[in-house]
């Protein structure tokens, strides 16, 4: 039987706060008339049919990593359909394939890989603790983009729940709507249950190496060298990432830490699909700037790289992979970018400036490149493809009980941020990662039944030249807008 939980239930609140970011735990957070973790697909389609006869929205948590919260919160009435017992994964090698409900996080999705096979991957991102049903559904992007493209170009089949109460795979639910939920957001049309997800090749052994520079060891020449070499000018099996952060020197004569001062530390950290000596070899042909040598590489299984690029200490068994809270819960805004051409040294030393004023900033940067961008931005509903040299996340963390006045000004901080990197990004539109959700690019308010707030804005930042597709497919299979939110894809657009 599933488990249903109501506000006066014990473990309720528990529930409602389980694995998401601390900026939503807060008692003033809206939260769900209902929560219900079930156990079998037809409990879930008890739920919808429920809910739609009695008006009720519908929220689904698989991961609980939303950036604003959209999948556990809500300001209207709500159910939370809370996915964490949908777990299963039916690695199947001998036809290259798997069925992983939409509850598994990632972490569990490489695990069950790699204990049928230490050759074959996914290529999903580095985050093991996010949910396969969302993170697929937005793109999904990881440290293999460059080889294999985006996790939703690895989609086969799906089965997922449409507003009649209807259980669909790809046959049923037709090419329109498979289309519409690898990359455009499955939320704005059903309860995905599963994907069927293509594996991929991965060599029994990987390389890889996490090399940290400060301004004071040319960060700034680097990162600008960086651009241009990560994208195009070294071979699909590599990619670079790039975390941009605060650090403290630590410089002092006595210990205290009087005296140290903050400095901008960029950080390389590299997978290769092959053996050091290899990476070693194209390194020096093409970034021997970083100066990389044997003892910066560490060889691996693929599985055990996933570990090591999510952060995790050496030494960490693979098994972490199973544990949906081994990482600490964050408060934090996040915006994102998409990078066509490099940024000017100048450019870089503006975001150092207004980085040294943030407590805890960080940018997160994903390389593309290679067969990412070789893939037409129509096959499927994720257009970010050719001319995109690398995708940033910008992000401003801090402690949930500074209050809201800390909270508004870190807000306040990044939106500044962002919009000083306006000559520096894509334009016409200036594009975003939905993965990556930010509110602040507009949402759709729900009044009296109608919209008004007109999407087009926000959509052709997500969606591009897609946007209008996938308001078509939203029209033909959810026209009364059941399955609505405040940045999900509409039936029609109506502005006022």
């Known amino acids: 039987m599933p488990q249903l939980y109501v506000p006066k239930s014990p473990h309720f609140y528990r529930s409602a706060v389980l694995h998401i970011q601390s900026r939503f735990t807060s008692p003033a957070t809206p939260k769900p008339l209902f929560i219900i973790t079930p156990n079998h697909e037809s409990q879930i389609r008890a739920v919808v049919v429920c809910s739609k006869k009695h008006g009720l929205k519908i929220t689904v948590r698989s991961g609980g990593h939303d950036f604003e919260g959209l999948s556990y919160r809500a300001n209207v009435p709500f159910v939370l359909i809370d996915l964490v017992n949908f777990r299963t994964i039916d690695v199947n090698i001998k036809d290259n394939n798997a069925w992983v409900q939409a509850g598994a996080t990632l972490g569990e999705v490489y695990y069950r ?7 074959h991957g996914f290529p999903a991102g580095a985050c093991p603790t996010v949910g396969v049903g969302g993170h697929i559904s937005g793109g999904g992007f990881g440290l293999m983009v460059r ?14 729940i449409n507003a009649k109460g209807e259980i669909l795979d790809r046959k049923t639910m037709g090419e329109d709507l498979f289309w519409a939920i690898r990359g455009g957001g499955v939320t704005s049309f059903g309860v995905l249950l599963a994907w069927k997800i293509r594996l991929v090749p991965v060599p029994p052994i990987v390389t890889v190496s996490t090399m940290a520079k400060t301004l004071e060891q040319d960060a700034t020449k680097l990162v600008h060298k960086w651009q241009s070499v990560a994208s195009y000018g070294v071979p699909d099996e590599l990619s670079i990432a790039l975390h941009v952060s605060v650090v403290d020197t630590g410089n002092n004569n006595n210990g205290t830490g009087i005296g140290s001062r903050r400095t901008i530390q960029a950080t390389f950290t590299t997978l290769f699909l092959g053996p050091a000596t290899q990476l070693l070899q194209v390194m020096e042909k093409k970034f021997p700037e970083l100066g990389m040598k044997q003892e910066d590489c560490n060889e691996m299984r693929w599985v055990e790289s996933t ?10 068994p ?3 992979l199973l544990n949906r809270s081994s990482l600490p819960k964050t408060t934090f805004k996040a915006k994102s970018d998409f990078v066509t ?3 000017p040294k100048v450019g870089l030393e503006g975001i150092w400036k207004r980085f040294l004023k943030e407590e805890r900033p960080e940018l997160v940067i994903g390389v593309w490149g290679g067969r990412v961008n070789r893939i037409s931005e129509h ?4 257009p970010h493809r050719a001319g995109n040299m690398y995708l940033i996340d910008y992000v401003s963390n801090w402690d949930e009980k500074e209050g809201q006045e800390a909270s508004a000004r870190h807000m306040s901080w990044i939106k500044e941020l962002y919009d000083y990197m306006t000559p520096y990004v894509s334009k016409s539109p200036r594009t975003a990662f939905l993965n990556y959700k930010d509110l602040d690019l507009g949402r759709v308010r729900i009044n009296s039944g109608a919209t008004y707030v007109d999407p087009r804005i926000w959509g052709r930042m997500y969606f ?17 807008n059941f399955f609505s939110g405040e940045q999900t894809i509409p039936p029609t657009i109506v502005t006022k």
């Open 113 to 119: 890989i790699a204990e049928k096979s230490p050759v």
């Open 147 to 160: 080889k294999y493209g985006m996790a939703a170009d690895h989609v086969l089949d799906a089965r997922i």
């Open 307 to 316: 570990v090591r690029t999510a952060g995790f200490p050496d030494g960490t």
């Open 318 to 320: 693979v098994d972490i």
């Open 341 to 343: 051409r490099p940024i």
């Open 379 to 382: 096959k499927i509903a994720f």
């Open 464 to 480: 591009k030249n897609n946007f209008p597709r996938l308001v078509k497919t939203k029209s033909n299979v959810d026209p009364e």
